[in-house]
Nanobody
Framework: QVQLVESGGGLVQPGGSLRLSCAAS????????LSWYRQAPGNQRELVAG???????NYADSVRGRFTISRDNARNTVYLQMNSLKPEDTAVYYC?????????WGQGTQVTVSS
């Protein structure tokens, strides 16, 4: 079955960096687009970044220029490099893919940006 497992979250000071990873299994990874979403307390889940099967990327305006999404098809892993982190980036970050009209989510990884 499809599994997405996020890792790499933690506590970081404003201006710092983190790299999130999402290890995927149960489907032909290289054939599917993947995305990172985040959800802060009291807020709706929002799209952060996406990457197509061909490597095209898109970003939310709030993270463009600071975050970079990438994928390693040999490792079945998608990454989110987050630089210049701000307190408003604090959220649970989720990996996502859509397969046959079904959305799959990981369990999420907490990112906290605070001094």
């Amino acid at each position: 079955q499809v599994q997405l497992v996020e890792s790499g979250g933690g506590l970081v000071q404003p201006g710092g960096s983190l790299r999130l990873s999402c290890a995927a299994s149960g489907f032909t990874f290289s054939s599917y687009a993947l995305s990172w979403y985040r959800q802060a307390p009291g807020n709706q889940r929002e799209l952060v970044a996406g990457i197509s099967s061909g490597g095209s990327t898109n970003y939310a305006d709030s993270v463009r220029g600071r975050f970079t999404i990438s994928r390693d098809n040999a490792r079945n892993t998608v990454y989110l490099q987050m630089n210049s982190l701000k307190p408003e980036d604090t959220a649970v970050y989720y990996c996502n893919t859509k397969r046959f009209s079904i959305y799959y989510w990981g369990q999420g990884t907490q990112v906290t940006v605070s001094s």
